[in-house]
């Protein structure tokens, strides 16, 4: 048989196929393939007959591609990497062509394709492996990713983007502009950052490695780092500016980046910043708020070159950049950066695995450090970057009821607004604006037994009661019923309290204690990107602050227990990066007040947010996690779903029928929903051991090589489910968000 490349064609189809799986036909791997009718008259004979096909399928024991014969008419437009339609199961389905070849290894005929949907070549061969890595590194099918990696087709953007290239090419004098090139028409072209070695260069004045960093990127190098960054007071010269920098650095080397940020706001200012580093015109956005035919038209960009550097959320992480010089992401704890769709891929490791394939440099960042970066860190995967004395630049954080301020208030470890809390505000407001963090939206979102707080559940599905707002009947948060007074389980009480307060109550108790002060409220559906530096009290859910102009004069962190209190294995974690979000945005050496809380000495995340060392948690976490074997250490998989298809899955599982060396625990019932006729169940599978320290992390195959027990057993469990229809739901997941052991 003739290898593809012998012909002048690209192959992508080897990189396609899973670990133990061939390469099949177009009907599927229990019967021929189809092409009786295929027209056996056609005047020409491609010289590549065959087409290998990855089928748009959900099912996950079909997940390879698949060959078709390609028809005379469709020989030249049947292109690796270009959108086909083809007959599959009966059915017509989209696909992408992966490769052309001389034979098929199917000794059947062969479908034809139907249909060349678009001469555009939207699947690169980069774009193939990494997706077949993905999916096989989260125990998904190639599908599954390749849909999260290739936006839908929009038609009037293609005509668009080569209307414009073409105008491009004939206002140029030099012709159509390549992808290589920095110069754009109309601006001088980018030559990075002109700082000498001695100066710091923009943004990475507080890190002694800033200038080395930014050198190495000038230069074509592409080094790795661990980027903890400084408070900044939500200063444009602060991490905006780094990044920045940063990028501007690797466009001056001719090479390409992507940044991927969780926020619009965020992304709005790394914008900004960029605006000033290399020009509006040098980038692209790729957010979820785009339309479809935006979005398509960004990517398209990147595709053909027209653009070398992309910024957005986290589907900007599968963006097509020519040359990639530089993947960067900020705040890598942050929820938004998982993708909630199978098979839930992480930006972190999207991207992670883009820097190995390309040999482009990595570079994440945040004001705090999760527990896998901090493993890359002691593995010697990522140099450790931060700044020189971070205690010149973090604010003063106090605890509410710790040391003297016991003295001084007796009720203020234990009250909600202490007079300590109550003072920094009040100094705050003679100077700027005042910042109050509140964990839970709503007014009361949560209600106790007045005489004993046991919680008070609903009387028809068991769900919480909360008040909407002042003057209205406490309701149900799960079905919606009305408060029935039924009374207190543990006392027989009925009259209620307040447990947990929300954003609106809150602001209604700060607009009495601080009369003709200005209440801004920031929540989830009415987010405030910055506010001005006038006197005024801003009050925020945890990742909805406001920036401040010249940053906040004082912050209050309320409620500290309830970001404690949150079930998972990341609850501490994740306190500490929520805190430091916003106390980052506090000036300078003012107060940060965090009440509702024991002292810090017996708490972790307390005691790292007063001392200002995140990594310090990180690593303790970590520390704890090897001895312990729980994720990052090994590596965990949720299997969810309804009591008899987990039940079955456990079985399989535990005997070893789709991998060895599992730990299987449970399965056991977990909160479904409001209906709680609906049970739902759940299990947890870790990687098995066979030593006392645990292995490492199994590090990505650049061909597509083996895939790990636990990934290789899911993807077996799903399969064998696939083939057999299996009735009910089950939803199998690696490395959860925020695991609850």
């Not at 956005?285 to 959320?313: K, M």
């Amino acid at each position: 048989m003739v290898p593809a490349e012998a012909e002048g064609q690209p192959t992508l189809a080897g990189l396609v196929v899973g670990p133990g799986q061939r390469r099949g036909s177009a009907a599927g791997p229990d019967r021929e393939a189809p092409g009786a009718d295929a027209d056996t008259d056609a005047p020409a004979v491609p010289t590549l007959p065959v087409a290998v096909v990855a089928v748009d399928s959900h099912l996950a024991h079909l997940d390879r591609p698949f060959e078709y014969a390609v028809p005379a008419d469709l020989d030249d437009r049947a292109r690796p990497g270009v959108r086909v339609r083809v007959r599959f199961a009966g059915r017509i389905v989209d696909g992408f062509v992966v490769e052309r070849r001389t034979q098929a290894e199917h000794p059947g005929r062969l479908a034809p394709v139907l249909k060349v949907v678009s001469d555009e070549v939207v699947l690169t061969p980069h774009l193939v492996r990494l997706c077949r890595e993905v999916a096989d590194h989260y125990g998904g099918t190639f599908a599954d990713v390749l849909r999260l990696a290739v936006p839908p087709r929009h038609a009037r953007a293609e005509k668009a983007i080569a209307a414009s290239a073409r105008e491009a090419s004939t206002e140029a004098p030099g012709g159509p502009v390549h992808s290589r090139s920095p110069e754009r028409p109309g601006r001088t072209p980018s030559t990075g950052p002109t700082a000498q070695p001695d100066d710091a260069p923009p943004g990475w004045s507080p890190y002694p490695a800033g200038a080395a960093l930014i050198r190495r990127l000038s230069a074509g190098e592409s080094p790795a780092a661990a980027w903890l960054a400084a408070p900044d007071a939500g200063s444009p010269a602060g991490w905006p500016a780094a990044l920045a920098t940063a990028v501007a650095a690797v466009h001056g080397s001719g090479r390409g980046s992507i940044v991927v940020l969780p926020d619009h706001r965020d992304i709005d200012r790394l914008a900004a910043a960029l605006d000033e580093a290399v020009g509006a015109d040098s980038y692209v956005r790729l957010t979820a708020d785009l339309g479809p035919e935006q979005r398509y038209r960004a990517w398209l960009s990147a595709l053909r070159g027209h653009v070398r550097i992309v910024i957005g959320s986290r589907s900007a992480a599968f963006a097509p950049v020519d040359d990639l010089g530089l993947v960067a992401w900020w705040d890598d704890g942050d929820d938004n950066l998982q993708e909630p769709r199978a098979p839930y891929p992480h930006v972190r490791e999207v991207l992670r695995r883009r820097a190995l394939l390309c040999g482009a440099a990595l570079l994440v960042g945040g004001y705090t450090r999760t527990v896998q970066v901090q493993q890359w860190v002691e593995r010697g995967d990522l140099p450790d970057l931060r700044a020189a004395s971070v205690a010149a630049l973090a604010p003063r954080v106090t605890v509410a009821g710790e040391g003297h301020l016991a003295e001084r208030d007796a009720a203020a470890a234990a009250a909600r607004m202490p007079s300590v809390a109550w003072r920094a505000v009040k100094d705050g407001l003679l100077q700027g604006p005042v910042l109050i963090q509140v964990p839970r939206r709503g007014y009361l979102a949560g209600l106790s037994c007045e005489r004993c707080r046991t919680p008070v559940r609903c009387a028809a599905c068991a769900g919480p009661l909360r008040l909407a707002s002042a003057g209205v009947v406490a309701a149900c948060s799960w079905c919606g019923r009305p408060d029935a007074g039924r009374p207190c389980r543990e006392c027989g009480g009925s009259a209620r309290r307040s447990s947990i307060v929300g954003e609106a109550r809150t602001a209604e108790e700060v607009g009495r204690s601080f009369p003709g002060s200005r209440v801004v409220v920031s929540r989830a559906g009415k987010i405030i990107p910055s506010v001005p530096g006038r006197p005024a009290v801003v009050i925020a859910t945890p990742g909805a602050e406001p920036v401040a102009e010249e940053g906040y004069a004082a912050t209050l962190l309320l409620d500290g227990w309830a970001l404690l209190d949150r079930g998972g294995l990341d609850a501490g974690v994740e306190a500490l990066r929520r805190w430091t979000a916003a106390a980052a945005l506090t000036r300078a050496g003012a107060p940060v007040v965090l009440v509702g809380v024991p002292p810090h000495g017996g708490l972790p995340p307390v005691e790292a947010l007063v001392r200002w060392d995140p990594s310090w948690l990180a690593r303790r976490e970590l520390a704890e996690r090897e001895s312990l074997g729980l994720p990052p250490a090994r590596r965990t998989a949720t299997v969810t779903g309804d009591p008899a298809s987990v039940a079955l899955a456990a079985e399989a599982l535990a005997t070893g029928a789709h991998g060895p060396g599992l730990d299987v625990l449970g399965p056991l019932p977990v909160e479904g929903g409001p209906r709680a006729t609906d049970p739902v169940h759940r299990l947890v599978v870790r990687e098995g051991v066979t030593a006392v320290v645990p292995p490492p992390a199994e590090a990505p195959q650049p061909g597509g090589g083996s895939t790990p027990g636990l990934p290789r057993a899911i993807q077996a469990l799903r399969a064998a489910r696939s083939l057999r229809k299996a009735p009910g739901e089950l939803v199998a997941q690696l490395d959860p968000p925020d695991l609850d052991l």
